[in-house]
């Protein structure tokens, strides 16, 4: 694929002070991924509800964000990033509103739902501008701010929801984040600057078999350990929407590759060999990241004693070390192979999971566990920032949007395999354990509080094992990450001159 020609802009475009506007809204997106978790028992509570619901919070949440975002990453080529990201952030902010002056916990599932629809309106455009504003050789340093973006609300999103619901109640989790998004509107509105529009043909069809696709199979990933991957109600099971999402997906790419007009999805994005590996590896960093958050958060809570809040603060070490790291690995990326940097990072990753699991045990100190913790925010550091800017670095200007809502749709499906995958093994870790425990591992997780003595050698086990999931998939990531080819504005003219030579 050719390397494409930046846009021209007008003099006026200020590229960071627009970036830093995009973030805000970015990282209150993020944030609001996993605030929700600690607010969980509160809403339980106040709303009189029971868990099978409550946990349609999030789970409503995630599916109305990862659904839609192939449509609205290609929909911010055909009307502009910046309208689609302040409609977007408009409805995002309303729907918090709303969510916190819910009284009913089937009006709370209903605002979230339009809150997530704001958010996948939100995220593409946030790449989608980095690739359109920033040349080829910035780019690297513009996604290390949005990588640190990332990792940082990790951390702010479990401290602030356990600041919030102890001091204000549940319902400020959401009331919050109107004055921030007051702020990041006028700001996106000041400073993000009104890019030229892509006259697109909407594929309808594809809008529909892509969402039918993405929902059955999302939510077949994400609600599988709640019905014990069965029976959901009379003949549809589990199973039966995995599949179905799969075949729908399978009939999308098929209507992709014969559309005669202009498609959803072009296929012809995955001809550039980064764009490929850079989705691969994405996809195994959703996984990891957030996987390896459950079997700690439970290890710190259920045997170490810790409250939510404090247990959040595990991860310190991780947000500072990724966020001090951005600005030098991001100016590193724009200099250097992204294969290294990236590689380096996975690796990093998979290795500080894997140290994790080794060190824990009920009685280690805590200073043990905090030294992989911060080599994950090394990992952090170097991960983000090259394979974003990996996956972008080629993509023709008017299907910056497109590829943007590619990118995060794997991003967020890893995420939701992630969340899936590490709940079944902890459950036969668990199992396996703890076999002597009456009700087996739904008991000795659900049982609130801290467990009696006996028991903590078995679940800190069961925690430790189940992290060795998160470490292994990231080897494939790694794998790709080291197939990243050398981008064109970093060959030297020789090399080139050698590279048309060979092509001829």
Request: charged residues 10%.
């Amino acid at each position: 694929m050719a390397v494409p020609q930046q846009e021209k802009l007008s003099p006026d475009v200020r590229p960071w002070p627009a970036l830093w506007a995009l973030v805000l809204g970015f990282f209150m997106i993020l944030v609001d991924t996993t605030i929700v978790s600690v607010a969980t028992p509160a809403i339980l509570n106040e709303l009189h509800s029971d868990v099978g619901t409550v946990v349609w919070v999030t789970s409503a949440y995630l599916l109305a964000y990862a659904v839609p975002l192939l449509i609205t990453g290609r929909l911010g080529d055909r009307v502009g990033p910046k309208k689609l990201y302040l409609a977007g952030l408009t409805l995002f902010t309303l729907a918090s509103v709303w969510c916190g002056l819910t009284t009913s916990i089937e009006m709370l599932i209903v605002a979230r739902v339009f809150q997530g629809l704001g958010a996948s309106m939100m995220t593409p455009q946030t790449m989608a501008v980095i690739t359109r504003v920033f040349p080829p050789n910035e780019r690297g340093r513009a996604m290390s701010l949005w990588g640190a973006t990332a990792g940082v609300a990790t951390l702010v999103g479990p401290i602030l929801g356990g600041v919030l619901v102890d001091g204000l109640g549940w319902q400020w989790i959401f009331f919050v984040n109107a004055p921030i998004g007051v702020v990041g509107f006028v700001l996106a509105w000041r400073l993000v600057p009104d890019l030229p529009t892509h006259e697109h043909k909407f594929d309808l069809v594809g809008v529909a078999l892509s969402t039918v696709g993405l929902f059955c199979l999302v939510f077949g990933i994400q609600e599988g350990q709640k019905y014990d991957w069965g029976q959901i109600k009379g003949p549809l099971s589990v199973w039966s929407l995995i599949i179905a999402g799969l075949v729908f997906i399978a009939l999308f790419l098929v209507w992709q590759a014969r559309i005669k007009t202009e498609p959803l999805l072009p296929l012809s994005l995955f001809k550039d060999r980064n764009f490929s590996l850079a989705n691969t590896a994405i996809t195994t960093v959703g996984f990891a990241i957030t996987a390896m958050a459950f079997p700690l958060m439970l290890y710190a809570q259920t045997v170490r004693g810790l409250s939510p809040t404090r247990s959040a603060l595990l991860l310190v070490p991780m947000a500072v070390i990724s966020g001090a790291l951005a600005p030098f690995v991001g100016r590193l990326t724009d200099k250097a192979p992204p294969r290294f940097i990236a590689g380096f990072g996975l690796l990093c990753c998979s290795v500080s999971l894997f140290w994790l699991s080794q060190v824990i045990e009920p009685t280690v100190p805590i200073w043990e566990l905090l030294l992989p913790i911060a080599l994950l925010g090394v990992a952090n550091g170097f991960m983000w920032a090259p394979i974003g800017s990996t996956a972008t670095r080629n993509l023709p200007m008017h299907q910056a949007g497109a590829g943007a809502g590619v990118y995060n749709t794997t991003r967020q499906v890893g995420a939701v395999l992630g969340s899936a995958g590490i709940a079944v093994l902890m459950e036969a870790r668990l199992a396996a354990n703890l076999p002597m425990v009456p009700g087996g591992a739904a008991a000795a997780e659900g049982g609130g509080g801290k467990l009696p003595e006996a028991l903590h050698q078995g679940f800190s086990d069961a925690m430790a094992q189940s992290l060795m999931l998160p470490a292994a998939v990231l080897v494939i990531g790694l794998i790709a990450a080291l197939f990243f080819t050398k981008p064109k504005y970093l060959e030297r003219p020789a090399d080139t001159a050698t590279a048309k030579a060979e092509a001829a």
